[in-house]
Structure formats: structure tokens, C-alpha cells
């Protein structure tokens, strides 16, 4: 029997000189394609191993955020999509990070490039000048899918500067 490894991938290179949507667009894709880069080649356990105590964040957790993450910016807020949430964030704030304990891996890396399958399709042919309101708790507040992009190009960046130092922690692997 193999035991599972998340597949290598080719990062999408980010683009030097283009309008603002490819631009945009190239960029989100550089950082999803590098979360998945630092999870290469590593085994279910391996991206569960927690980044440092008293934290459980692992790669895998990581994993499961950004499938959430994209599901709900793109399809449930900008799109409208009633869809259902992926974990009961009543019952837990970190529902998607500690679902990493039991998660198959496989089928985790598989809902993630899904939901980025399913981003790029609810905005295909969208204006970066489309809204969308929210409720919040200030009240209620109205957002731009440029907005949408360059808040999902953050949460990346962020993210994967936390899989830099888990996958370090993990097996020595360092750099872009």
C-alpha cells in the first residue's frame, strides 16, 4: 500500500507587466499555487504535524482555511451562492484549522482546487467594480471583488509565511 503525498505542482509565475485584472488574477494564482507548493510531497501526517505549542496550526489546516476561505469570498459573499458553510464555526471559531486532526488529505487538496475552479468561474467576465453588502456588526458594508482579490492575495501572503516555518519545522525545506 503507498501512503498518499500531496503532488508537486508548477507555481504560476506572477506576471512582471500587465493590466490590473491579469495582474491581479496572477498573482492570487501565484499564492494558492505556493501553499500548495509547500505541502509537496509530504504525507497526510506530515501536514498535520502542528506548527509550535500551545499553536495546532499545520499545513494541512492551512489547507482547509484557504478551501473555506475561497468558498466563502468568491461563491457565498460576491456570487450570492446559498451554499452551505463547510464547518460549524458556531460550535468552533477554528472549525477549519482543527478539522485537520481527522481530515483525509486527499480529498482536501481536492475540495481546494475545486473551490479555486469554482472562484475563477464566478468571476469570470465580473467587473473588479462589482459589490456586494454584508452585514457586519458596525452595520453593514459594501465590498468590491477588487476588494475580494486583494484581501484574498493578503490572506495568502500571510498564510504562507505561517507554511514557510511549519514545513521548516517539518523536514528542513526552506525558501519560495
Known amino acids: 500500500m503507498t501512503t498518499w503525498q500531496a ?10 507587466v500587465a493590466d490590473e485584472r491579469t495582474m491581479l488574477e496572477g498573482w492570487l494564482d501565484h499564492h494558492r499555487d505556493t501553499l500548495l507548493h509547500k505541502c509537496a510531497g509530504l504525507t497526510t501526517e506530515q501536514l498535520r504535524v502542528a506548527s509550535v505549542e500551545p499553536s ?19 461563491r ?5 451562492q446559498d451554499l452551505p458553510d463547510l464547518y460549524d464555526f ?5 472549525a477549519d484549522f482543527h478539522a485537520a486532526a481527522d481530515a483525509d488529505a486527499e480529498a482536501a487538496f481536492a475540495a481546494f482546487r475545486a473551490e479555486v475552479d469554482a472562484a475563477r468561474a464566478v468571476t469570470e467576465g465580473r467587473s473588479l467594480d462589482e459589490t456586494f453588502t454584508l452585514p457586519r ?11 475580494v482579490y486583494v484581501h484574498m492575495i493578503e490572506e495568502y501572503a500571510r498564510h504562507n509565511g505561517h507554511a514557510d516555518l ?11
Do not use: Y
Not at 496550526?57 to 466563502?72: I, K, P, Q, W
Not at 458556531?90 to 477554528?94: E, I, S, T
Open 7 to 16: 503532488p508537486k505542482i508548477d507555481r504560476t509565475q506572477e506576471p512582471l
Open 137 to 147: 456588526r458596525d452595520g453593514t458594508r459594501t465590498f468590491s471583488l477588487r476588494w
Open 56 to 74: 495546532g496550526l499545520s499545513l494541512l489546516g492551512l489547507v482547509l482555511h484557504m478551501t473555506d476561505v475561497e468558498r466563502s469570498w468568491f
Open 76 to 80: 457565498q459573499c460576491f456570487a450570492g
Open 90 to 94: 458556531d460550535a468552533d471559531n477554528d
Open 166 to 176: 511549519i514545513r521548516e519545522r517539518i523536514d528542513g525545506v526552506t525558501g519560495e
